[in-house]
Nanobody
Framework: VQLQASGGGSVQSGGSLRLSCTASGFTSDYYAIGWFRQAPGKEREGVSGINMRDGSTYYADSVKGRFTMSRDNAKNTVYLQMNSLKPEDTAVYYC?????????????????????WGKGTQVTVSS
């Protein structure tokens, strides 16, 4: 399984960015893709996730109402639209993929349980 993330960059507070993640090298229909982030000196945390089969999404409380995750199954690609960005959103963002049977709680709160990871993309929000 390979995950390719793109779309990071630098914006001012209140700005927007869209991240993309494309998955390849698998055959299962029962999988979820999530976005995680890690700021310097902090643990990696779950930001959002999407069940690729039914499209259900879940978000960390810190990004609800500002971030929206969507999918394009034909392209095995997910998107994270990030609006109203804040300096505290600054981090390296990673996309990761795992069996949707993990469930959203485990998937979001136990990054070590998610088996496949892409390289990170830096998001920097200046005040």
């Amino acid at each position: 399984v390979q995950l390719q993330a793109s779309g990071g960059g630098s914006v001012q507070s209140g700005g927007s960015l869209r991240l993309s993640c494309t998955a390849s090298g698998f055959t299962s229909d029962y999988y979820a893709i999530g976005w995680f982030r890690q700021a310097p000196g902090k643990e990696r945390e779950g930001v959002s996730g999407i069940n690729m089969r039914d499209g259900s999404t879940y978000y960390a409380d810190s990004v609800k109402g500002r971030f929206t995750m969507s999918r394009d199954n034909a392209k095995n690609t997910v998107y994270l639209q990030m609006n109203s960005l804040k300096p505290e959103d600054t981090a390296v963002y990673y996309c990761a993929m795992g069996d949707s049977g993990l469930g959203p709680v485990v998937f979001m709160r136990v990054p070590s349980a998610v088996p496949y990871w892409g390289k990170g993309t830096q998001v920097t929000v200046s005040s």
